[in-house]
């Protein structure tokens, strides 16, 4: 069973629940009046990057306190990858994993040396959660459930002592001679020799995520690179494609165009919904779009068949269309049942068309549109819908070593908070662990 004493602490941990559920309606209990004020490191925001520096701190024996406006710690961990948590990324090669975050990738090499992917699973592992790798390099838990990954952390904060203040918004920070003294709840102040600001992004505000810690750093003299939602739905000006919604397409290719000119292109999968498009390439695409999008019309050009050049289709049709069948009734051996319609109305071939008697104009449309159905970008869906923040605070300003602030001498920072991101398949959550891990280990060093 787990104990809660009177003055916040956890004392003991007997009972080795997976759930975790029983054991965070123990941490409601405590009350604000019981805890203690002072502690070695503050850390504000219970998402993964706050849990995993609270943890290495409590781990190297300082006395910790990790405080969370939310009532349980987590809140956007649990819905990460549809509920099933996309831990990590199984690039083993840290250079080959920085790679995926873009010109600002190098800023993480010296967190993924201490606290890579290896780490994050033998960390999981160890701790009694066995994890498996799915296509793309992707690694969830065995048992596809996202709590099983928070319970794993929640007893890690638990081993390590970390007090724990759920329910809890920080409202302010009060700094002096260049240091933070402490922070403000909006009952009472927390003080301690060094503060990690974990509070996230803005994106999914619904989970705790409202960007407050861009406004406080930036108040402390950081420079904010703009928040921008990344990795997020597209919505899409024709209306046709809410009759497709629902249908997902694997192994297309989207190209990125503005101006003619093309931009970006991802292979892979994606999927149509009822107000435009979304699935890994265009959530992959979309930070580089919302980029761009000031600057002109940017349009999809999906390529449905990408492993087969001009040429080479143009032979498989000819072939096929020595056939006498219907061209509606060859069309699902092409494309997906719900495109068939979408074929018809642009290629304005008739569904009752024998095929034999299709002609080479009316086949070199088909080819135009198997090679590029074209789809005019109208936005994002916005924070509310995306899954991660791009920009934040700049990393010309932290420490890349320790994740120390270069303004203010007892702040650290981790996870969405700062300016890097990275594409779908654990890339983000990885971010999260290195840094919170670094930003807890190095927070410590300053204290004892
Ligand atoms: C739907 C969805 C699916 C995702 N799936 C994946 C995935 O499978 N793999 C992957 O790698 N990434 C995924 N991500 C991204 C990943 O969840 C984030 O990158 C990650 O949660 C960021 O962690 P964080 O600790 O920096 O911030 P957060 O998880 O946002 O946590 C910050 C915490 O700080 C708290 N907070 C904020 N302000 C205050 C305050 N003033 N006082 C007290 N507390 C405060 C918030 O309540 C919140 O709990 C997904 C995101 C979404 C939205």
């Not at 309606?25 to 002072?38: A, F, H, P, V």
């Not at 003080?191 to 803005?202: E, P, S, Y």
């Not at 265009?282 to 001009?310: F, T």
Request: hydrophobic residues 40%; glycine residues 10%.
């Amino acid at each position: 069973m787990y104990l809660v004493s009177k003055n916040g602490n956890i004392n003991h941990l007997t009972k080795n629940s997976q759930s975790g559920s029983f054991l965070l309606e123990m941490l409601r209990l405590k009350t604000m009046d019981k805890i203690e004020k002072e502690f070695d490191v503050a850390i504000i925001g219970g998402g993964p990057a706050g849990m995993m520096a609270a943890i290495k701190a409590g781990e190297k024996g300082a006395k910790v306190i990790l405080i969370e406006k939310n009532l349980t710690l987590g809140k956007k961990l649990l819905i990460t990858g549809g509920g099933r948590c996309n831990i990590t990324q199984a690039e083993f090669n840290n250079k080959k994993f920085v790679e995926k975050l873009g010109k600002k990738g190098q800023f993480l090499l010296s967190a993924l040396s201490i606290f890579g992917p290896k780490e994050v699973c033998d960390f999981f592992e160890k701790n009694g959660l066995p994890i498996k790798t799915e296509r793309g390099g992707r690694v969830f838990p065995v048992s596809d459930k996202s709590q099983d990954v928070l319970s794993v952390l929640l007893k890690c904060l638990i081993k390590n002592k970390v007090r724990l203040l759920l329910g809890q918004e920080v409202v302010g920070l009060n700094i002096k001679d260049g240091k933070i003294v402490s922070v403000k709840l909006k009952e009472k102040e927390i003080f301690a020799k060094a503060f990690i600001l974990a509070t996230g992004g803005k994106a999914y505000p619904g989970t705790g995520s409202t960007g407050q810690g861009y406004f406080w750093a930036e108040k402390m003299g950081h420079k904010i690179i703009k928040p921008l939602p990344a990795l997020v739905p597209l919505e899409i000006k024709e209306s046709w494609v809410a009759g497709l919604s629902g249908l997902g397409l694997k192994n297309v290719r989207v190209d990125v165009l503005q101006n003619n000119k093309k931009i970006d292109e991802k292979f892979g999968e994606m999927l149509f919904t009822h107000f435009g498009v979304s699935g890994p390439i265009i959530l992959d695409l979309s930070k580089k779009i919302g980029e761009i999008m000031s600057k002109g019309e940017v349009i999809l050009r999906i390529d449905l068949k990408p492993a087969l050049d001009i040429l080479t289709l143009d032979k498989r049709l000819q072939r096929d269309f020595q056939s006498k069948r219907n061209f509606k009734n060859y069309l699902p051996d092409l494309v997906p049942q719900k495109l068939g319609d979408l074929i018809v109305r642009f290629t304005k071939i008739s569904p009752d068309k024998k095929l034999n008697s299709i002609n080479k104009e009316e086949r070199k449309k088909l080819i135009d549109v198997l090679k590029g159905v074209e789809l005019t970008v109208k936005g994002s869906t916005g924070f509310g819908q995306a899954i991660i923040t791009s920009g934040g605070v700049d990393l010309k300003e932290i420490d890349s070593r320790t994740m120390r602030s270069k303004i203010i001498k007892n702040l650290f920072l981790a996870g969405e908070i700062i300016d890097l991101d990275g594409p779908t398949g654990g890339y983000n959550l990885q971010i999260c662990w290195s840094a919170g891990f670094v930003a807890g280990s190095n927070a410590t060093n300053l204290t004892i």
